[in-house]
């Protein structure tokens, strides 16, 4: 598959993932984000964070991780020895793109079956307390 514009989320100078959405990575950074911000309140022994608290959880996280938000990179810019410079003047290996790329295409497709599997869960349930709820009126 031939990429071009990919927005990737790094953090601790790696890769950890890439997507062809700008707002699947930031939705992808944020999760990260406030799960590191979670780790940190656990840290710190706060059983009961206030939204301030989980604020300063999350700026201690993003800072001591060197987390950075949907980066967007032009695949076409790869040097001959594979590096592709981002915007900020560093390079990353162009296949660890390629290959976050396809851990998410494969990732999305086994939601996809997930969510799937679970709506039919769903139908099948909802039909047994939809006739449990119509038994329990008429008796």
């Not at 590096?83 to 390629?98: F, N, Q, S």
Request: some cysteine; hydrophobic content about 30%; aromatic content about 10%.
């Amino acid at each position: 598959m031939k990429y071009t514009i990919v927005y990737i989320v790094m953090c601790e100078g790696e890769v950890k993932y890439a997507s062809e959405s700008s707002e699947d990575a930031k939705s992808y950074g944020k999760a990260l984000l406030n799960l590191e911000g979670n780790s940190v309140l656990r840290e710190w022994g706060d059983d009961d964070p206030t939204l301030e608290d989980c604020g300063r959880a999350r700026y201690q996280a993003g800072y001591e991780d060197d987390y950075e938000g949907a980066i967007k990179v032009d695949m076409s810019n790869e040097d001959e020895d594979g590096m592709i410079r981002l915007p900020d003047g560093g390079t990353v290996d162009g296949e660890e793109i390629r290959e976050k790329l396809r851990e998410n295409d494969i990732s999305y497709i086994q939601k996809v079956r997930q969510w799937e599997a679970e709506e039919e869960e769903r139908e099948k349930w909802g039909d047994f307390w939809n006739r449990r709820a119509a038994e329990a009126q008429y008796s």
